[in-house]
């Protein structure tokens, strides 16, 4: 079918995947490693257990398992697919692509595909991303995917980060549609401001690994939790209100909000906020 003759075109989600490690980090198992407990961290977070992926073991195997359970939903040959975008800030390596490597690894002999680096932010720029690239009517199959493995940078000795994070992946196929179904509309925003308050510290060109770093744990991810929550709280319950806004929507025409969540509180306060 030639889509650009068609009219307008959306990008639409044709099919959803998802993967979790079978190994599970307990708040009991937690209580043993560092100065917590299951009250203090339901308390806070309403989390019990995160997916921990085995060491030696990279991103890349969960973002495989995610985009392969989304051509067989989608009943897509892999050979179809014309991209692949692989939103994470735990690549296998720096370089090469781990998106790349997926690619291959699912069969997609025809695609191209790369890396996007915007931590929490990543898989809506992604969205952004592919369905430009859909609405552009040069491609018309992109599978795009949110990945993963936090173990890999979490300090355990951090009480303050460690309770939150684990290791998945999910992934979705993105197809052009012509009968005004898909993504409508965005809003999005980025600046600088409290980049001291969540951060790798080294591993970068300003700051490359050495032992001296090492030995400082600063390679590990870094977070002030009240600070980061202070922001995210206000910014998100901001953007909700102007994409609503510019499409005249009010409170009742929203069936769902669905906040991008750290934990309960996060997501309980947005709501609140909103």
């Known amino acids: 079918m030639n889509y650009i003759n068609q009219g307008p075109i959306k990008a639409a989600i044709s099919a959803v995947g998802a993967f979790v490690p079978e190994d599970k ?5 937690l209580e043993k490693m560092v100065d917590t407990n299951d009250e203090w961290i339901l308390a806070r ?9 085995k060491k030696g073991v ?3 195997k969960m973002a495989i398992k995610a985009a392969k359970e989304v051509l067989k939903k989608s009943n897509t040959s892999p050979k179809e697919i014309d991209m692949v975008i692989v939103a994470t800030i735990t690549p296998d390596m720096h370089v090469s692509a781990t998106a790349a490597h997926v690619a291959t690894k699912i069969g997609s002999v025809n695609a191209f595909g790369y890396d996007l680096q915007a931590a929490c932010s990543g898989f809506l720029y992604g969205m952004s991303v592919a369905s430009s690239f859909i609405e552009s009517g040069r491609y018309q199959k992109i599978i795009l995917i949110g990945a993963d493995k936090m173990s890999s940078i979490v300090d ?11 290791d998945g992946a999910a992934a979705v196929l993105l197809e052009p549609n012509n009968e005004g179904l898909g993504l409508q509309d965005e809003f ?23 032992k001296e770093t090492i030995d400082q744990k600063k390679h590990f991810l870094f977070q002030d939790g ?14 909700s209100y102007k994409i609503m806004e510019r499409n005249n929507l009010t409170n009742e025409d929203v069936d769902f909000l669905v906040p991008h969540q750290a934990n309960k509180t996060v997501s309980y306060t947005h709501l609140r906020a909103h």
């Open 25 to 29: 980090l307990t708040n009991a198992d």
């Open 45 to 53: 977070t309403g989390i019990k257990e995160r997916r921990i992926l």
């Open 58 to 60: 990279g991103t890349s």
């Open 156 to 166: 355990y000795s951090d009480r303050n980060t460690c309770i939150i994070f684990g």
């Open 188 to 210: 999005l925003r980025s600046d600088s401001v409290g980049r001291e308050f969540l951060r790798i510290e080294a591993g970068g060109s300003q700051l490359p690994i050495t």
């Open 226 to 239: 009240k600070n980061v929550f202070k922001y995210a709280v206000s910014n998100m319950a901001e953007a």
